[in-house]
């Protein structure tokens, strides 16, 4: 097998500063344009500055100790991989000859410079495959054009296909009760129904799993529960609480469907700790998170506020800079809380009974920017993050471990709109949590099927 050079691109490292250990045995060589972009982009706070200055101290790092001398001859990178070979860190130690490039691109463009050095490369190490690694779809195509073999940096990736992504729900087969029914054993507890079932296929069961039977045409027939505990190939099952009947309802909002009943049961549970909602436009995510929040702020106190925040990324052009406080910055990008506390809180006095809501709500709804989050502790708050898929998995985890004592945190969001440059599907900061939590006893997810803002919201997501 052919040695492989990998040629980085500037957007991988600022996407991921890891990025130069994630190759193995094979060697990474980084152009000067690329160190020249890479110390052009590390001013500011921002989430691309930080990576870019992590970056330089990773290659500090490894130079420490090198001779000057030998820096052509590569820089060693440490053991990453289960083989136990180790890769090599080359840098542009001179000028190559430039390769021809055609007429129509411009030769002082660092895109396009780092096409000549890749061409230039592949003559020098004709034992080598040389392969250029970038974010940025247009180099790629203008690097396939030219013959130069390219790939998009793919170890970010949490999962292959976005369709593997775990659903939080599964159905049992039509025989499961017959084949399942001689180690089966059922009791109550505190006024709840236990079951404990064993078999093969319990083992792929997760922690906080909703299954249920999906061919039952009577009401009464209907079983739906949750996974609570698994031992090997036996889980010990709950029944679901019924929130789609009004007597059961949570602060006036009952379940339409069946996975806004699972996900009521999640929001509801004390013992679940992370909830991640995944889901379109109008199936409810926004409205259930918060008609939960209220509900166990305001009436069962087991909470002391409601914090609600989100990624400030504009779909359309920006509107440019917004006056005011935190809070009233953030307003204009809390459309949706709004909108949801309408529905969940319709007033009745006129003003002065609006005013009386408005106060009541502003003493326990905070707004709050995640640019802020650095460094804070949240003490027995209900948090809800919406448009979640826009964040990186390294901002989830900067988000997500500000969570202090009694403190629950709520995921939305829609992997199908995301709206932040280099993330994906399989990528985003959301699928990641999805997928790292499934295991974890003290989380839960679901995925909502079906919207329930509209006939008219409904079919444009449909055929739109």
Known sequence: MKNRIFILDTNVLMHDPTAIFRFEEHAVYLPMVVLEELDAGKKGMSEVARNVRQ???????????IDS????QGVPLPVTSKSGKAGRLFFQTQLLPEEPL??????NKPDNSILSLAIALQKAEPRCEVTLVSKDINLRIKAHVLSIK???????????DVDLLYTGESVLNADFWETHSKALSAWQEQGRTYYTVTGDDVAHWYPNQFVYNAEA???NDKFEAIVRKIEGNQ???????NFTESRHSVWGITARNREQNFALNLLMDPEVDFVSLLGTAGTGKTLLALAAGLAQTLDQQRYREIIVTRVTIPVGEDIGFLPGTEEEKMTPWMGALMDNLEVLNPTQGGEWGRAATADLLNTRIKIRSLNFMRGRTFLKSYIILDEAQNLTSKQMKTFITRAGPGTKIICLGNIAQIDTPYLSETTSGLTYVVDRFKNWQHSGHITLQRGERSRLADFASQVL
Do not use: H, W
């Not at 970056?55 to 490894?62: A, C, G, K, P, Q």
């Not at 001398?69 to 052509?72: E, K, L, N, S, V």
């Not at 390219?150 to 292959?160: A, G, I, P, Q, S």
């Open 55 to 65: 970056v330089s101290r990773f290659i500090d790092e490894l130079m420490q100790g």
């Open 69 to 72: 001398r030998c820096i052509d």
């Open 102 to 107: 055609p007429s129509t691109l411009a030769g």
């Open 150 to 160: 390219t790939e998009d940096y793919t170890n970010d990736k949490v999962l292959d």
């Open 217 to 219: 045409q009577d009401k």
């Open 235 to 241: 889980a010990t099952i709950e029944l679901a609480r």
